[in-house]
Structure formats: C-alpha cells, structure tokens
C-alpha cells in the first residue's frame, strides 16, 4: 500500500534481497559488516557501467540527496523542499542516480494523483582500480601445414607430397598452386620461396617479447645426400633473421613418419631448426644469428606475420630445401610460431 507523503520521511529504508539491488555489469552488490555495498570493477568488461555510477556520485547535490535518503523512503516534493532544491533540479539529479543504479525511483498511487518514491540502494561504493594481469610466461602457439603458403616462387627440382601420395607433378611449379596443395607434408624445390601468414592478435595489454619460428628442413639433392650443403634463409615480415647452412639432404635412414609409399632412395627426414627474434637481436638455436631485432619487423601494422623459407639462386650454396610437415621426416609438428608476451 502507498503511504501518505506526510508518514514517508520517517519510514526506516526497506531491505532488499541482494539480487534485486543491482543487475548491472560492474556494479556488483554485497554486504560490508551489514552494510550494503557495491563493488565497482574497472576492468574493460565493466568499466562503462562503473564510470556512470562515478560520474553520478561527482556531484555534490547528488551527494546530499544521497545522504538525505540514508535511512528513510521520500518523494521528490520532499526532498527539494528538505534540500532547498527546485524541484526540476532535484528531479534531474534523481534521473541521474536511478540511471548509475545508486537509487530506485517507483511510482505509486497518491491520494492526489501519484507520486515518485525514492530510496537510497547502497551504504558503501568501493571501486576496485584496475588490476594489471601478469603477461610473464604467456605464450600463444599457431601450426602452420607447409601446403598452406599465402605466396611462393619455385625452380625445379620440386614438388609436393602428402601422406597418400604426390601432390600434383613431380618437377612442375604449376603443381604449387594445387587446392590439393593443403593436404601436403613434405614440400621440395631447388631455389626460391615459400611464404607463410600466421595470425597476430595485438591488443593494449600485450607487450610482444619475443618471436619464435620452428620447422623440421634441409637441403634438397637429386635423391639423396648426406653432404649436399645449402643455403637456407629465413625472414619475418620481409627482415632476413640470416642464413643457416644446411649440411645435406637426408636419406641414411627413413624418417620415423615417413609414409610407407614413399621410396627409400627420396629424402626421409630434416633438422629441427628453432629461429628466435627479440629484442637483443636474432638467434638460431640460440646462437647468435644477426642484429635485426623485434622492433626491425614492424608487428601490429597487420594483422598477420609473413615468414618466409627460401633459397637464394646468388648463394653460395644453391643446394634446395625440402619442408617436412607433421606426417613426413622425424618431428611430429608442422611449421610452429610461438609469440611470447612480457
């Protein structure tokens, strides 16, 4: 039932089950010694209702109404009257607290018309800053099937293969552009590239620390052979890290996920090589490699990073490459990027 505006000023203010007292993100209500509080989270998934609310409190004739409605119910009339506020003023000031949630506004009967009842929901606000999570150690990973190049450039000798048989023609660039290409783990050819595009997901709280590219590779010889040297380089968003000098092609025994069909006399397994750029500089194996750093390979300005496996026809070594996926050669893994976060 309603009550007499004259009976409000003194009714005690009506508790409420702590589920109706407030519904939004970030304004998350609980009792402080008895007291009802809300807990204002600064985080970026609440962060707009909080600042509402922080932004109705930053008024100080909202801070006597507040402070008025501390232990009873009251009309508006009451209210700008007790306070000395038109009541114009005192309404919007009471729009502003029922949006930010600090107060609940009801319209009930009178016995002239109606009237808006209003009561003060909290006793104590804490605001919890933000908290800065710790990045130390995080890592996220992206394998990359060697048939999913975005770009490539290639001189025969070459080819494809996957795990049921050849992809395309042997010794033919056109069968680099196969949609079966997809399907293949074990990719060869005597000069050029291949080019990858791993995601990049950047955002204000993330401070990359470190790249990391690893992949089972080595040198491609008509066959096979276990001395056949070849210069083999690697870049990240067109910064050559440096060039790793493959010993041979391997063919002495079968690689432990070679399929069945494929002939003993073919190239069988690589050498897991671990490329790493920071930002000290570029390192293989963690020797050093070169002085192209994290800051030389402009991350952010995509959202992807471009690596690229390639052999120079002007080397030293021209002596091919072959990329082993996670169904052919030694290493059950596909070409792996690693980004560390500080």
Not at 12 to 38: K, W, Y
Not at 140 to 155: K, L
Not at 243 to 261: A, C, E, I, Y
Not at 271 to 291: E, I, T, Y
Request: hydrophobic share 40%; net charge negative; aromatic share 8%.
């Amino acid at each position: 039932m309603s009550l007499p505006s004259e009976q409000l000023s003194s009714q005690p203010f009506p508790q409420q089950p702590l589920a109706d007292t407030a519904s939004e993100p970030g304004a998350e209500p609980t009792t402080a010694r008895g007291r009802r509080t809300l807990m204002l989270y600064t985080d970026r998934e609440h962060r707009e209702t909080s600042v509402t609310a922080l932004k109705a409190l930053g008024s100080v004739q909202r801070l006597r109404i507040l402070a008025y409605l501390q232990n009873k119910v009251a009309n508006v009339t009451e209210i700008a009257e007790a306070l000395a506020m038109p009541l114009s003023t005192t309404l919007l000031h009471l729009n502003a607290l029922e949006r930010a949630g600090l107060v609940r506004v009801e319209t009930v009967a009178a016995s002239r018309g109606v009237q808006k009842l209003c009561a003060r929901i909290f006793d104590l606000i804490v605001v919890v800053l933000p908290q800065q999570r710790p990045l130390w150690g995080k890592t996220v990973s992206h394998q990359m099937p060697v048939g999913a190049y975005s770009d490539c450039q290639i001189a025969p000798t070459c080819g494809l293969a996957g795990t049921g048989g050849i992809v395309g023609l042997l010794d033919d660039p056109a069968s680099f552009y196969e949609p079966a290409r997809l399907q293949a783990q074990l990719l060869w050819f005597h000069h050029g590239y291949v080019e990858y595009r791993f995601p990049l997901r950047l955002s204000p709280e993330l401070t990359v620390a470190s790249l990391q590219i690893s992949a089972e590779l080595c040198s491609e010889a008509p066959l096979h052979h276990d001395e056949w040297p070849s210069d083999i380089y690697l870049e990240i968003n067109g910064q050559r890290l440096g060039v790793w000098t493959s010993p041979g092609d391997f063919g002495d025994r079968r690689g432990n996920l070679t399929p069945d069909w494929w002939e003993d006399w073919n190239s069988q397994y690589g050498m897991l090589k671990v490329w790493r750029v920071d930002a000290d500089g570029s390192w293989l194996d963690d020797a050093p490699l070169s002085d192209v750093r994290l800051a030389d390979l402009a991350l952010g300005g995509q959202p992807f990073v471009r690596v690229r496996f390639g052999v120079d026809p002007h080397g030293k070594h021209v002596g091919g490459l072959n990329l082993f996926g996670r169904g052919f050669g030694s290493y059950p893994q596909d070409i792996l990027l690693q980004v560390h976060y500080q």
